[in-house]
């Protein structure tokens, strides 16, 4: 992902989350390969955090180590750390 892309990351974001396709933005995903791909590891985060939602809303013990990774309660937060560690990018 370039510097000028850093601006779409919370749309990205909002994108995989809510699944809403501002004009903006799918006007630069069809022009840049970085975010389609950025956007679809979100997808793919999210639909992951969806299965382990049930679990944490019954109050079941998440492993140690997923917690340690999110220490966050916001949804967002979470899904962007998440992001970051499955990258390895610091940023
Ligand atoms: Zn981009």
Redesign the pocket.
């Known amino acids: 992902?370039?510097k000028?892309?850093e601006k779409?990351k919370d749309q990205l974001l909002e994108a995989a989350l809510t699944g809403a396709r501002p004009k903006d933005l799918q006007v630069?995903?069809q022009?840049?390969r970085?975010?389609t791909t950025?956007l679809r590891d979100l997808e793919a985060l999210r639909a992951r955090q969806d299965s382990m939602l049930p679990l944490l809303v019954k109050g079941s013990q998440p492993s140690t180590g997923f917690r340690a990774r999110v220490p966050d309660s916001s949804y967002f937060t979470r899904a962007v750390s998440m992001s970051r560690y499955f990258h390895g990018c610091s940023k």
């Open positions: 992902m370039t000028a892309c779409w630069h995903l022009s840049c970085d975010c950025e």
